[in-house]
């Protein structure tokens, strides 16, 4: 009688142990949601700029075309503060761009993520501020990533302001 309520008892505390200890590791590896995640806002001269899903245009890492596979294309979600939800599936240990286009900018904005793993998780917060007098975007991002071991770690760059008269516009995320 004592061994089976020890065995029961040993039984539960494993059970119990078990999904505990690896809770983290199995959920960001069976993770259901899109890996990565952004919001975006521009505005032009203080005004917000409104954007929808003509904006955004998917990249396919290998050839630099549009994505055509379901793993690359992404997803775009205009919200009613003209803020776009970007949501692009990325299940695999690779890179992933979009390209944020028909903006006052001559160029398009370039936005990539390098995965070095493919069960890292992006949740990315990109503030654009466009200046048409004088020419420059001030490009204002927060990252928050879960990588390897499941450590979450967050970046932010407050105001980086390049000219994109003759410049390219691009941001680029992970390793």
């Not at 009613?80 to 690779?94: G, M, W």
């Not at 071991?149 to 992970?174: L, M, W």
Request: with cysteine; charged share 25%.
């Amino acid at each position: 009688m004592k061994s089976s309520k020890k065995i029961i008892g040993i039984a539960l505390a494993v059970l119990i142990a078990v999904p505990v200890l690896t809770h983290n590791p199995v959920y960001y590896r069976l993770y259901p949601g899109s890996r990565i995640k952004a919001n975006v806002q521009i505005s032009v001269d203080g005004e917000a700029f409104p954007v929808d899903e003509s904006n955004f245009v998917f990249k396919d890492n290998r050839n630099n075309e549009e994505a055509d596979t379901p793993d690359h294309q992404g997803k775009v979600r205009v919200n009613s503060n003209n803020n776009a939800d970007v949501k692009i599936r990325a299940n695999q240990k690779e890179s992933y761009y979009f390209n944020i286009i028909n903006t006052p900018l001559n160029n398009p904005i370039t936005v990539r993520y390098a995965k070095a793993n493919w069960w890292d998780i992006y949740r990315t917060d990109i503030k654009i501020d466009i200046d048409t007098a004088s020419e420059t975007a001030t490009i204002s991002t927060k990252n928050t990533e879960v990588a390897q071991n499941e450590i979450f770690r967050s970046t932010k760059k407050d105001g980086e302001t390049v000219s994109y008269a003759d410049h390219e516009c691009s941001i680029g995320f992970g390793p």
